[in-house]
């Protein structure tokens, strides 16, 4: 009988590990996050340090928002080019600071970049999507 629930329990923590980030009504895409080069004006609401359901709750309860990106993994940072002008005034969710960070091939800058966390999830309207590569750090999630 031991044997038999370990064999059950087993059972359901595989599949409870195979549906997870799965969920009714959106599609996954896997290690991408909103391009660093795009101006975020798409976005429609920030929320941080959120669980990946607490995440699908603010989707489904906001008609505005078709895609979000949640960040699964560490940090992210996501510096703005020098020559790029910025003001923030066109940063309506508080999202750049200007600070010093590490770029990915390890070196030291000092800038305006956008850092996200692990539960960190950005929401968008899709005019302005523009995803690039974030394996390992983030996911974005599509309403069907």
């Known amino acids: 009988m031991k044997i038999l629930f370990a064999l059950v329990c087993c059972f359901a923590v595989q599949c409870g590990l ?6 009714s009504g959106f599609r996954v895409q896997k290690d991408v996050a909103q391009y660093k080069g795009s101006d975020y004006s798409n976005v429609v609401h920030v929320a941080r340090n959120i669980s990946l359901e607490q995440a699908f709750e603010i989707a489904e309860a906001n008609s505005e928002i078709d895609y979000f990106v949640y960040m699964k993994g ?7 080019p020098p020559d790029v002008a910025f003001e923030y005034a066109n940063d309506p969710f508080g999202l750049v600071d200007h600070t010093r960070f590490i770029y990915d091939s390890g070196k030291r800058g000092t800038g305006y970049c956008r850092i996200f966390k692990h539960g960190d999830t950005v929401f968008f309207k899709k005019e ?6 974030a394996p390992g750090l983030a996911d974005a999630y599509f309403k069907e």
């Open 74 to 80: 560490g940090s992210m940072v996501l510096e703005i």
């Open 18 to 23: 195979l549906s997870a980030g799965e969920h």
């Open 128 to 133: 302005g999507m523009w995803l690039g590569s």
